[in-house]
């Protein structure tokens, strides 16, 4: 085994004690592993260690895997964190669930450990340079958004942000977007003035009156917060 400071970082969050060993011994040759079978310590150990991805249960004692999946993504900290659902239990409406609250991907037990080992190395390959790059500010920030909903019918909204980086922001906004939807975006201050285009990356909260949406700017024309 390589020196563990070189190993990208595992969070493994299960109550089965068994279920974590058989993990780490399945993980532990190439990625550092930290595990936990308490929901409590979980946020802890990700700000702690700075995890390159999480390996969540859904069925635990106190805390659910859904509700640790909405505070790992509602956290600046933590909500870059690749998460990845591990559960015996399956189903669409489950599976669709996890999607929607942030996760990359859903593994029923017992596990396939060549696909998992698959997703992680393609997963974190592609999460590295924004782990690098990018650096969010909780930061209030008016816009103007328009674009189309998912009924295709135009829609022009103020939203103020929870966070911003130099590629992207989060906001909530009343307008139901799908996954990959286009707005435009004006920064509002004592004027407006066009930012660019942006497209959405990650929904949470689907299932309230007002959704949370993580943009990424993939033109910009204009001045952005953060250069």
């Not at 805390?63 to 640790?68: D, V």
């Not at 080992?117 to 924004?130: G, K, M, S």
């Not at 975006?185 to 990650?202: N, P």
């Amino acid at each position: 085994m390589g020196d563990n400071r070189d190993m990208e970082k595992l969070l493994i969050v299960d109550d089965e004690e068994a279920m974590r060993r058989v993990l780490r011994i399945n993980l532990q040759d190439r990625y550092e592993i930290f595990d936990t079978g308490s929901p409590e310590q979980a946020l802890a150990l990700a700000m702690q260690n700075k995890p390159n991805a999480i390996l969540l249960d859904l069925r635990m004692p106190k805390y659910s895997g859904f509700e640790l999946c909405r505070v790992f993504n509602s956290l600046t900290s933590t909500q870059l964190i690749p998460l990845i659902i591990i559960s015996g239990e399956g189903g669409a409406a489950t599976k669709s669930l996890c999607k929607e609250l942030g996760a990359t991907a859903f593994f029923e037990k017992p596990i396939d450990f060549e696909v998992l080992r698959e997703h992680l190395a393609n997963v974190l390959l592609a999460a590295r340079p924004e782990r690098r790059s990018e650096v969010r500010v909780c930061l209030r920030v008016i816009l103007k958004l328009r674009g189309t909903d998912i009924n295709e019918k135009p829609f022009e909204e103020f939203s103020a942000t929870e966070n911003v980086s130099r590629s992207g922001f989060m906001c909530g906004c009343t307008a139901l977007l799908n996954k990959d939807s286009m707005v435009e975006v004006d920064l509002v201050s004592a004027v407006t003035e066009f930012v660019g285009w942006a497209r959405v990356v990650r929904i949470e909260g689907c299932e309230t009156p007002y959704p949370r949406y993580a943009f990424r700017f993939v033109q910009r024309d204009g001045d952005w917060i953060l250069q």
